[in-house]
Nanobody
Framework: QVQLVESGGGLVQAGGSLRLSCAAS????????MGWFRQAPGKEREFVAA????????YYADSVKGRFTISRDNAKNTVYLQMNSLKPEDTAVYYC???????????????WGQGTQVTVSS
């Protein structure tokens, strides 16, 4: 059973930065894709970014491209999401998730963390 624990959320002013971390444990070798999703109140959970742990290929939602950067440290079994130029519309609970191969849909992922709150004030 893969376990995922997010950290790094908090309150930041618009234009600021935060770095989220996702520490994975268990048989992580079975899941090559690590993704970040977010869910704002009253909205569906949406894809933010993903990375292939083996090759390092990265994928981003258009809404965060150029502002967010996903990276991984395989030695530490940790994935990061560096968020710069934050906007109030980035406010959401951010979830880390793991998948075998596909990466854009929530249904592609079978392990999820508990989420971490990010609040961007205007």
């Amino acid at each position: 059973q893969v376990q995922l624990v997010e950290s790094g959320g908090g309150l930041v002013q618009a234009g600021g930065s935060l770095r989220l971390s996702c520490a994975a444990s268990g048989p992580t070798f079975s899941r090559d894709i690590m993704g970040w999703f977010r869910q704002a109140p009253g909205k569906e959970r949406e894809f933010v970014a993903a990375i292939r742990r083996s090759l390092g290929n990265t994928y981003y939602a258009d809404s965060v491209k150029g502002r967010f950067t996903i990276s991984r440290d395989n030695a530490k079994n940790t994935v990061y999401l560096q968020m710069n130029s934050l906007k109030p519309e980035d406010t959401a609970v951010y979830y880390c998730a793991a998948a075998r191969a596909r990466l854009l849909s929530t249904s592609d992922y079978d392990y999820w963390g508990q989420g971490t709150q990010v609040t961007v004030s205007s």
